[in-house]
């Protein structure tokens, strides 16, 4: 097997007794666990370590493996810089999964290091293991912005590297679990917290890595969850793989998820092919679903659809409803892709002369034209998921108690600087966060007085 085994972990800094001065009895528990891992990867004796940090450098759209022959570190930041790491990196491996990822355009290589030494994601779990094991070189990988089905992606690419190249490796994916599990924690409470630790615990003590894939993204971000992507990675390393899985521990006493399980191989198996199972099923929902969308979606699509494939501007289909024809209208075309948006533009009223080619225009746009994304491309396009706002008339407001995150819209204004936000959308669920986000977007600081304007939409799928 490519990577003998895998193992989840936490990195609290606290667990040092350096750094928590006695504090760490807190959680023993979880010292103790580590322990124990600690010495199953003394008894594999790998040849190499990888571990995935969220705490490495992190982008949007590109997974950052660290460069050059090895790094240093320590926990200065903690006050503890007498505890120090000098690690060397296997480069050999490292090599090969860049080469992997180049080869089929994978947004994953040794570009962007800001910062060379190591985090405390990486330092924790070795921490643990050099006590125990001093052989074996590092590969640190950071996380991403991208989808979960790039990280799990990213795992296949590690596991396919690390056959290629014969290494015996272990795999340590690290990562908290919810920082928003008890009141008194340093992030607070948050409903999705606890529920985030049982699902996840239960998901990797069964070791159904196929189930990770389908976390709704803004439920993640409203537990706070730090180790997710990492876990999906490792999840991705043994893609078509039967394993074993052990649950060591779990605690929350800090506020703070702290788990640990363990993962060993056993053979082939076909029926775990989980990112291949879920794409096959995210396309036929998507299919489904885009059978039966309205005339405006079905618009949006076909010129998202043309532009990508033939980069040409749709002309406008002569058999559509009266009132996308007639009517005149500010319209925005959202794209989504496996959860995550893809692309969102519009306008606030209307450009062109008649609804139609306002949703063609603006679906061409969002597509191709949205600042924050590449453009899209044909292979995406099955996996898709589109919308369409048509936007009622703004109408000036006093107060934001006239605000209703659902129902309305917002516009922000100060001078020739306007935001808009949509309403109903997923993770904004206060009228104060609306706003803030508006003026962001606008780039109104804080300081700056605003105007308000709220509008209705009516939302087409």
Same mark, same amino acid.
């Given at each position: 097997m490519p990577i003998t085994a895998a193992f989840m972990v936490p990195h609290p800094p606290l667990i040092i007794p350096e750094i928590g001065r006695g504090g760490e009895e807190e959680i023993k528990e979880t010292t103790r666990s580590y322990e124990q891992i600690a010495d199953a990867i003394a008894a594999l004796e790998p040849e190499t370590i990888i571990i995935t940090s969220p705490h490495s450098i992190m982008y949007a759209d590109y997974f950052h493996i660290s460069p050059g022959d090895g790094a240093k570190g320590s926990f200065k930041q903690f006050r503890a810089g007498q505890v120090r790491f000098s690690e060397s990196y296997d480069t050999g491996l490292r090599d090969r999964i860049v080469s992997l990822a180049d080869a089929e355009g994978f947004p994953a290589g040794t570009l962007g290091e800001r910062d060379p030494e190591l985090d405390h994601g990486t330092m924790v779990p070795l921490w643990f293991i050099r006590k125990k094991y001093a052989g074996g070189r590092i590969l640190r990988i950071g996380l991403s912005g991208l989808p979960l089905t790039d990280h799990y992606r990213l795992g296949q690419i590690i596991a396919q590297a690390a056959e290629e190249t014969g290494r015996r490796t272990v795999f340590v994916a690290s990562g908290d679990l919810s920082h928003k599990l008890q009141p008194y924690g340093p992030y607070g409470f948050a409903p999705e917290g606890p529920e985030y630790d049982r699902r996840i615990m239960d998901v990797c003590g069964r070791a159904a890595f196929g189930e990770l894939l389908e976390f709704d993204e803004t439920f993640c971000e409203k537990a706070a969850e730090c180790g997710h992507r990492s876990f999906v990675i490792m999840a991705g390393a043994f893609d078509g793989i039967r394993v074993r899985a052990s649950v060591f521990s779990h605690q929350d006493v800090t506020g703070v998820g702290y788990g640990i399980c363990s993962f060993y191989p056993e053979g082939k198996d076909e029926s775990r092919h989980f990112l291949e199972t879920y794409l096959e099923k995210q396309e036929k929902e998507l299919e489904e679903r885009a059978a039966k969308s309205d005339p405006y979606v079905r618009l949006a699509r076909a010129s998202v659809e043309s532009w990508v494939t033939r980069r040409k501007v749709l002309p406008v289909p002569e058999d559509l409803p009266p009132e996308l024809l007639t009517r005149r209208a500010g319209a925005f075309v959202s794209i989504h892709k496996n959860g995550q948006l893809r692309g969102c533009i519009g306008t606030i009223s209307a450009v062109e002369e008649c609804l139609a080619k306002e949703i063609v225009q603006n679906a061409v746009s969002a597509s191709s034209?949205?600042?924050?994304?590449?453009? @899209?491309?044909?292979?995406?396009?099955?996996?898709?998921? @589109?919308?369409?706002?048509?936007l009622g008339e703004a109408e000036p407001i006093d107060s934001p108690d006239q605000l209703d995150v659902k129902r309305y819209g917002v516009i922000v204004s100060h001078g020739r600087k306007r935001g808009l936000l949509l309403p109903d959308l997923d993770g904004v669920d206060t009228v104060e966060e609306q706003i803030r986000i508006a003026r962001q977007k606008a780039g109104i600081r804080e300081h700056e007085t605003y105007s308000l304007e709220r509008f209705e939409v009516v939302r087409h799928y």
């Open positions: 034209r949205d600042p924050r994304f590449s453009p @899209i491309t044909a292979d995406e396009l099955k996996y898709l998921e @589109i919308s369409v706002d048509v």
